[in-house]
């Protein structure tokens, strides 16, 4: 199941589950990790540093907003990760 279909299902319940939250925090499978899986810190340069940065500010606010069954505020999260995960693969 995706991020966005999470949050639908979350929404039509009226709560993330407890394993949504558990995924949430985790790497592997948060929505960051989803909306770019082949990030590689290590591929960062000069001119996609600053989206790597906002990815992963996103991504712990995503986490938070998901903790807090915030549903408006985890679909526009989800939104700006998978903005700048495009931009993040343009810019390395």
């Known amino acids: 199941m995706t991020w966005r279909e999470r949050i639908i299902t979350a929404r039509k319940r009226g709560y993330f589950t407890?394993?949504?939250?558990a995924l949430a925090r985790d790497w592997a499978?948060?929505?960051a990790h989803?909306?770019?899986?082949n990030w590689?810190?290590?591929a960062w340069n000069a001119e996609c540093a600053s989206a790597g940065f906002a990815l992963i500010r996103a991504g712990g606010a995503f986490l938070v907003v998901v903790a807090?069954?915030?549903f408006d505020q985890?679909?526009?999260l989800l939104e700006r990760i998978e903005d700048l995960a495009l931009r993040f693969k343009r810019e390395a």
């Open 18 to 21: 407890k394993q949504d939250k």
């Open 29 to 31: 499978t948060c929505a």
């Open 34 to 37: 989803e909306a770019s899986p």
């Open 40 to 42: 590689n810190r290590s």
């Open 68 to 70: 807090r069954d915030e």
């Open 74 to 76: 985890a679909e526009s």
